[in-house]
């Protein structure tokens, strides 16, 4: 083979690799630009002065973590049950979600015979397609409240 075409391979090898080393390069880079976020989302939009025991909310890239939120006061299932909901609805809506984009729900009820109460509130309040949900009747739920939910979304 002439010294010619050795070197216009070569040439165009090398030139293969960089290009090859330059999209590897930019998709590492488009990676890194992807990688999702964890961001605390406070209810009146300020980090307090010391941490506390959990976050009420967090996202991670599209998804919103909301913690389990109780109505500590006295009251009947179906008054608790709202005010829940109320409050879940608020920190969706803080992180840029809504009740609708929920994806799953647990429900932790201080007594099991307050299951269909509980349900007839919390029926439609999740829009056409509800999230997926466990239910259950623990020995205990923090605090008075009848009940507690937590909720998965996304944005």
């Known amino acids: 083979m002439s010294e010619k075409k050795t070197n216009r391979r070569n040439l165009l090898r090398g030139a293969g690799a960089a290009l090859a080393g330059a999209?590897?390069?930019q998709g590492a880079a488009q990676a890194a630009e992807a990688k999702p976020e964890r961001k605390v989302h406070y209810k009146n939009?300020?980090?307090?002065?010391?941490?506390?025991?959990?976050?009420g909310c967090v996202s991670y890239g599209n998804l919103v973590f909301v913690a389990g939120k109780g109505a500590h006061y006295k009251?009947?299932?179906?008054e608790h049950t709202k005010t829940v909901l109320d409050e879940i609805e608020a920190e969706l809506k803080n992180?840029?979600?809504?009740?609708?984009?929920?994806?799953k729900c647990n429900v932790y009820l201080a007594k099991a015979e307050d299951y269909a109460a509980m349900n007839k509130v919390f029926q439609g309040r999740?829009?056409?397609y509800p999230p997926v949900r466990t239910t259950v009747a623990p020995a205990w739920v923090p605090g008075d409240?009848?009940?507690?939910?937590?909720?998965?979304?996304?944005?």
């Open 23 to 25: 999209a590897a390069g």
């Open 45 to 55: 939009g300020k980090k307090p002065d010391k941490p506390g025991l959990f976050s």
């Open 75 to 78: 009251g009947t299932i179906e």
């Open 95 to 103: 992180a840029g979600s809504s009740m609708d984009k929920c994806l």
């Open 126 to 128: 999740f829009g056409e």
């Open 145 to 155: 409240s009848l009940v507690e939910i937590d909720v998965i979304a996304y944005i």
